[in-house]
């Protein structure tokens, strides 16, 4: 076998173990950040006793604030 050839085997090898490492990193983190359902319905149920708890009447005007802060965005995007 040439040298040329070895060469060329040499880093082909070394691609693929590249390739085949950055293959396995993406697969682990997409895998990773699926959701756990489970979980999340704990979160949002701890997350909603602490907005009854500690925002009891301050929520609805957050939320009113919020809305007129967005029909505002969006009259501003409008109007530009």
């Keep these: 076998m040439s040298k040329t050839k070895k060469i ?4 082909l090898g070394v691609f693929l173990i590249i390739l085949t ?3 396995i990193l993406v697969f ?3 895998q990773s950040m699926k959701a756990d359902l489970d ?4 979160v949002k149920h701890q ?4 907005l009854e708890k500690n925002f009891e009447d301050e929520r ?4 009113s604030y919020t809305i007129i802060w967005v ?3 969006i009259l501003t995007m409008q109007l530009k």
């Design 47 to 50: 997350a909603e006793r602490y």
């Design 8 to 11: 060329l085997l040499t880093l």
């Design 71 to 73: 029909t505002g965005a």
């Design 28 to 30: 682990s983190f997409t």
């Design 21 to 23: 490492g950055v293959v």
């Design 39 to 42: 979980e999340e319905k704990k």
């Design 60 to 63: 609805k005007y957050m939320m």
